[in-house]
């Protein structure tokens, strides 16, 4: 099983002197395939420790990339992480900025909304952690105050990057061009750091009006969002004016409204199939769309948007590693959305098959559980990818809109059970705690009637949290497994 080691046991970062003369950074159209992000030192300059800091805190969360015979791309105050097979994200610390670039493996155009705001907010959280802490422990008063570091869009030129102050974005055209590069970037792709939790209107700046977007094959994610967009009938008309002589559309013809799971998965298969068939591009999609009249050509633009994910609330779970018994909560929660679930967790359409296939006894849960199994120890060991619970949680943004209840019952469910869970943490710790005292207390002379009487009462307390909690968690799980066969 794939095991999270602290980075501090393994990481020390005053001693990695490398440079970094991988040519990763010469890989071909590099500029088009990064957005960067820049945290800029309100003060003169960024510690050496607090970078140091910060690259130990994405080792803790992401896998480094590797190249040239399996060797870490782990640099002198810099170090490239895998994301997702796609996306790389690399991260450098200089003496006044850090810059984060997310690199798309075929184009930047391609890099899903939700992710990169996510990941945005996840990194300023925890620089503005690390930055506190720095200054509580350190004398050097290098950081005086509280927010030591400013957000601002940087150009996708590696050589002294441009720079676009985050607030100034939504007053830009639809494209800002760099001031000492010349270099054209889409507003609908840098606004990919600041998706919005309300709905976002589309206009002038957004991926259908992109042609570097519109020329890309869509993945399987795309068109697993795309098919939850569309009903059967909107699905049978874009593949007709896709214009392409095959009839592989005609399987749709076979479902009836009592085929709901067979009908999602035969949506997106067909897509797939097209896709596979043909190269279809998002640009022959919105063509078809337009020829149809099917809904509007806007609607390419939500499969690459997504809903932004809170994850502001307890961050430090949502980047833990999801344990045998947390799967194992987590599996009747996702309901008949296993092979959606699968697709967005970047897993490929032939494995839900495989695993599907195993199962005789058609037993939901357990292949949701399967699923699970299969991404967190197969998968993300394959593909480099340390798993988290942010990745899961991710995939509850794009859940059918038919029910929109299901989403927000799972977030309560969850976001209860953490805080009654961290109650019960802190109340053991406070029991060792009560018990170290008791027995150090010269009043007491190390009494061990008082320290059982103190442990019997907030055992009392914890044990009624832990039946109320795993009571209420009960209520919710049947309740969200009702929800989705209705």
């Known amino acids: 099983m794939h095991k999270r080691i602290p980075a501090e046991f393994y990481y020390v970062a005053s001693m990695v002197r490398t440079k970094n003369t991988t040519g990763y950074f010469e890989s071909p159209n590099f500029a088009q395939r990064n957005i960067a992000l820049a945290f800029i030192s309100s003060s003169s300059m960024i510690p050496p420790a607090l970078s140091f800091r910060f690259v130990s805190y994405c080792l803790s969360l992401f896998a480094v990339k590797k190249y040239d015979q399996n060797k870490d791309m782990l640099f002198h105050r810099s170090a490239v992480f895998t994301i997702d097979p796609s996306l790389d994200m690399f991260v450098s610390c200089d003496d006044d900025i850090i810059v984060v670039r997310l690199v798309h493996s075929t184009n930047g155009a391609l890099i899903m909304r939700d992710l990169a705001s996510s990941i945005r907010e996840c990194l300023a959280d925890a620089l503005e952690k690390i930055s506190q802490l720095y200054v509580k422990t350190s004398s050097t008063g290098s950081l005086t105050d509280k927010a030591s570091f400013d957000l601002s869009l940087c150009c996708s030129s590696l050589v002294d990057p441009c720079l676009l102050p985050m607030f100034k974005l939504q007053k830009q055209d639809d494209v800002w061009i760099c001031p000492e590069h010349g270099i054209g970037h889409r507003k609908d792709v840098l606004s990919s750091w600041d998706l919005q939790k309300e709905q976002i209107q589309c206009g002038v700046a957004c991926p259908v009006s992109n042609n570097d977007f519109l020329k890309q094959i869509p993945d399987d994610i795309h068109l697993r ?87 502001d609330q307890e961050p430090e779970i949502w980047d833990s590693l999801p344990t045998d018994e947390l799967l194992d909560r987590l599996a009747p929660l996702i309901g008949n959305n296993s092979l959606l679930f699968l697709v967005e967790l970047g897993m490929a ?28 120890t197969t998968f993300c060991n394959l593909k480099s990818i340390k798993p988290s619970l942010r990745h899961i949680g991710s995939t509850a943004g794009t859940r059918k809109e038919e029910k929109p209840g299901l989403d927000v019952d799972l977030a309560k469910s969850l976001k209860n059970f953490f805080k009654d869970i961290k109650f019960v943490q802190h109340n053991i710790q406070q029991m060792k705690q009560n018990v170290d005292e008791v027995q150090q207390s010269k009043e007491q002379n190390g009494n061990l009637l008082t320290a059982l009487e103190l442990q019997q009462k907030q055992l009392h307390d914890v044990d009624l949290k832990l039946n109320e909690s795993v009571r209420s968690l009960k209520e919710s799980v049947a309740t969200v497994i009702k929800k989705s066969k209705s």
Not at 230 to 258: A, G, H, M, P, R
Not at 286 to 294: D, L, N, T
């Open 349 to 376: 359409f032939s494995t839900w098959e495989q695993i599907r296939y195993k199962q005789n006894d058609r037993n939901l849960v357990k292949l949701n559980r399967d699923i699970l199994q299969e991404w967190r």
């Open 225 to 311: 969002r795309l098919s939850m967009l569309y009903s059967v009938q909107e699905i049978k008309e874009l593949l007709i004016n896709l214009q392409q002589k095959s009839t592989i559309w005609k399987s749709l013809l076979y479902i009836n409204d009592s085929q709901q799971e067979q009908e999602e998965i035969l949506k997106f298969d067909t897509l797939r199939k097209y896709r596979d068939k043909f190269l279809i591009t998002f640009d022959d999609i919105r063509k078809a769309v337009e020829r149809g009249h099917i809904q509007s050509p806007h609607t390419l633009c939500e499969v690459v948007r997504g809903n932004p994910i809170d994850f």
